[in-house]
């Protein structure tokens, strides 16, 4: 069935570090794709967003391509800094209705 | 702006009571969702709408119950409350190929 498989965390970084996480998923056709974010005490907000192949989501500093070949949306950001402590969620668009969420990436940045 | 509001913020229940989780969106968006969001287990399903009067079961619906009588109004009941079910509740929603709308989540202890 269709899924998606992030990368598993906590992943705890400098700041100025480089961030990369992984997204892979399963799906029939091709979905658009989603990165979400929850900071503490909050709800998940969109982050970047790409909905064809080859398209490259970008918001914050942070980006991802859909790579349809790899079926992968990698999320990177190439500086981060303590406000990117957060949760990160991958979750491609899997029908009309339904959104998959992978399990969530803890991220923590040390000053 | 009120975007996604979901209420009450807080809750704790005895194991065998009920309640009534309240989630109101006033974007005119077709689908909603309900969500829980537990530690190392992401976001999962537990039931949505993709339209008034409409509802279906997602990844964990057992143990809950929807209705959604008026489209902007979505709202997740619990008959017979059990510990299992203490939890991160978050609402959604969202319209075609938009992505998602969050509320700021219920935290629901059940002891």
């Known amino acids: 069935g269709d899924s998606v498989t992030q990368m598993e965390g906590p992943v705890t970084l400098s700041e100025e570090a480089f961030l990369t996480i992984n997204c892979t998923y399963t799906?029939?056709?091709?979905?658009?794709l989603f990165w979400y974010v929850q900071y503490p005490g909050e709800g998940l907000q969109l982050l970047l967003k790409?909905?064809?192949?080859?398209d490259k989501g970008s918001n914050k500093g942070f980006e991802a391509t859909y790579r349809k070949e790899t079926t992968s949306f990698h999320l990177e950001k190439g500086s981060v800094q303590v406000s990117d402590s957060a949760v990160y969620f991958c979750?491609?668009?899997?029908?009309?209705?339904?959104?998959?969420f992978g399990a969530g990436t803890t991220v923590t940045v040390r000053a | 702006n009120a975007g996604v509001t979901q209420t009450p913020k807080f809750r704790v229940l005895k194991t065998g009571q009920s309640m009534t989780l309240l989630c109101a969106q006033d974007?005119?968006?077709?689908?909603m969702y309900w969500y829980r969001q537990d530690p190392g287990m992401g976001l999962r399903l537990i039931h949505y709408?993709?339209?008034?009067?409409?509802?279906a079961k997602g990844e964990v619906p057992d143990g809950y119950n929807v209705s959604r009588l008026k489209k902007q109004n979505f709202l997740l009941g619990l008959e017979s409350a059990a510990p299992s079910q203490t939890s991160v509740y978050f609402c959604?929603?969202?319209?075609?190929?938009?992505?998602?709308?969050f509320g700021n989540g219920t935290r629901l202890t059940v002891t």
């Open positions: 790409a909905t064809k192949a080859d």
């Open positions: 959604a929603s969202r319209d075609g190929n938009s992505p998602l709308h």
């Open positions: 709408s993709v339209g008034e009067g409409t509802t």
């Open positions: 974007m005119n968006h077709e689908y």
């Open positions: 799906a029939t056709g091709y979905p658009s």
């Open positions: 979750a491609p668009l899997i029908n009309d209705y339904k959104l998959s």
